[in-house]
């Protein structure tokens, strides 16, 4: 099965998520608080690692200005901020912690280089090596990530497992003559949301990190138009 790889992934995050959230029922309130810095902490460091990978700068500012706007046009932040909204609701954990969890969450475990360089070497060559590491720091981040934002953390398995999939068969299918360039612009771009989010998290800003997704389409498309140009 060419999507194995997600599959154990998923798996993992589930596992870790409700490890996570037994952990959290026996938590003190300043200790959830405590985690939940840590998490904006991280978010940050990893989001700058990821944007320094930048090779073209003016690609990953253009994804991302093209990226803004259609956002903005697709009013996704409503849309998702309504459709967390419903779900958590439906579950009895409804609120901004249920959606903050599902949106760090699936950053997180997104928008890293091992998502997409994983997708390749499954895609091409059915090696699964890179996703069985990540499915591993995936299930123990999934512990921390739901004992200070809950529920909403488990939720996210749905979008990791539709993008990681996708692109895992995109790879198999185009995988082969993916650039370097293209890798990197991604990482970069993906990079910068994870650093809008942890400034969410830490509540130092309010950032519409929803609204900044479709850049991710836009620094494929830049970098393979760059390419050919």
């Keep these: 099965m060419i999507i194995l790889g997600t599959i154990v992934n998923v798996l993992a995050v589930l596992l870790g998520g409700l490890a996570g959230l037994l952990l959290h029922a026996r938590l003190p309130h300043r200790f959830v608080t405590s985690l939940f810095q840590a998490i904006g902490l991280f978010t940050l460091a990893l989001g700058m690692m990821m944007a320094l990978r930048a090779e073209e700068w003016i690609l990953v500012v253009l994804s991302l200005i093209l990226g803004a706007l259609t956002g903005e046009l697709l009013r996704l932040e409503n849309f998702f901020e309504s459709l967390a909204s419903r779900i958590g609701q439906k579950t009895g954990s409804g609120g901004s912690r249920f959606n903050q969890g599902l949106l760090t969450a699936f950053l997180l475990f997104c928008m890293g280089s091992m998502t997409i360089l994983g997708a390749v070497e499954e895609g091409i060559s059915g090696d699964r090596s890179l996703y069985y590491v990540k499915s591993l720091m995936d299930g123990i981040s999934a512990i921390a990530l739901a004992s200070g934002l809950g529920v909403g953390v488990l939720f996210s398995v749905v979008p990791l497992f539709l993008y990681q999939a996708g692109l895992t068969l995109l790879a198999a299918w185009f995988g ?49 138009i760059f390419g050919i140009i």
């Design 176 to 224: 082969a003559s993916m650039p370097a360039l293209m890798i990197s612009t991604l990482t970069a771009t993906g990079g910068i949301i994870l650093l809008g989010l942890g400034f969410n998290i830490l509540q130092i800003t309010k950032i519409s990190v929803l609204n900044l997704l479709p850049s991710l389409v836009f620094a494929v498309l830049s970098a393979w």
